[in-house]
């Protein structure tokens, strides 16, 4: 009898088509649940968040890791069509957009994403960051603040990320 030995990354590879496989099967399920309509729009993952919004989040994230940040703005501006009170979706959407150079917009993205998770760091520290690139220190530094009194690790990154600003 042989043994297969069969590395960690396949086996993980293979969890993770077999995953896609039931969400897919699931999904179709659904969709057979509601018959040729659409699903009600009150469908919600375990979350609490829209099943939508969540597929819309993911393919954001990886196209924003993949540094494809105009789709990835498309993909976050449909999260947060489907789900306008999804914080996460709009720090990403801000840092989507000043990766792309709109700063107004990001600022903006930022600022919704602390409206409603006022303790959202992600968001305190991408908006310093916002501030630090447009030279706007003093603000930068009202964010740093934040996050330090939010005991944030990401402090340590503003801080770092101002001080390379101050340096051009």
């Known amino acids: 009898m042989k043994t297969l030995i069969l590395s960690k990354s396949y086996l993980e ?3 993770k088509i077999m995953t896609a496989m039931l969400l897919g099967v699931f999904w179709v399920l659904g969709q057979n649940a509601y018959g040729a309509g659409a699903p009600p729009k009150t469908e919600k993952s375990t979350s609490g968040i ?20 105009k789709e990835a703005s498309k993909s976050y501006e449909n999260v947060v069509k489907a789900d306008p009170k999804y914080a996460e979706a709009w720090s990403n959407l801000g840092y989507t957009y000043r990766k792309q150079g ?3 917009k990001a600022i903006k993205a930022y600022k919704k994403a602390i409206n409603l998770a006022p303790n959202l760091a992600e968001a305190h520290e991408y908006l ?8 706007n220190f003093d603000l930068a530094e009202k964010e740093l603040k934040i996050l330090r009194d939010l005991g944030s690790d990401e402090a340590d990154e503003l801080e770092e990320f101002i001080a390379k600003m101050k340096e051009k």
Do not use: V
């Open 13 to 15: 590879n293979i969890m």
């Open 128 to 135: 310093g960051e916002a501030y630090a690139e447009m030279g």
């Open 50 to 69: 829209p099943m939508k919004a969540n597929m819309h989040f993911k393919e954001g994230q990886k196209l924003q890791e993949a540094g494809n940040y």
């Open 102 to 104: 709109h700063f107004d």
